[in-house]
Nanobody, 122 residues
């Protein structure tokens, strides 16, 4: 079974930047649509961004448009999330998701990783 594995979380000062990475583990014969969600303490998991299999289509939550950028890596089934102008209230665990269907990722219906903690301090 193909599973996403996240990395790159950590501590960052408000207004700073951080880049998250996600790579699919397992037997990846296909190229997957991939995306990011986040879950703050006491909150529900929310969609952040998604990208289709070839990088030709992206989708962002309104709250991150203009500050976050999702992109595909040169290695098959890797994806990055560049986060700029981070806000303290957006401390959360960031999860990577993947699926063969782009809209399935956007809906949160794909396979999930274990998450990586992003802590924004002021």
């Amino acid at each position: 079974q193909v599973q996403p594995v996240e990395s790159g979380g950590g501590l960052v000062q408000a207004g700073g930047s951080l880049r998250l990475s996600c790579a699919a583990s397992g037997r990846t014969f296909s190229t997957y649509a991939m995306g990011w969600f986040r879950q703050a303490p006491g909150m529900e998991r929310e969609f952040v961004a998604a990208i289709n299999w070839n990088g030709g289509s992206t989708n962002y939550a309104d709250s991150v448009k203009g500050r976050f950028t999702i992109s595909r890596g040169n290695v098959k089934n890797t994806v990055y999330l560049q986060m700029n102008s981070l806000k303290p209230e957006k401390t959360a665990v960031y999860f990577c998701a993947l699926d063969l269907e782009f809209l399935a990722v956007v809906r949160g219906a794909g396979s999930w990783g274990q998450g990586t903690q992003v802590t924004v301090y002021s």
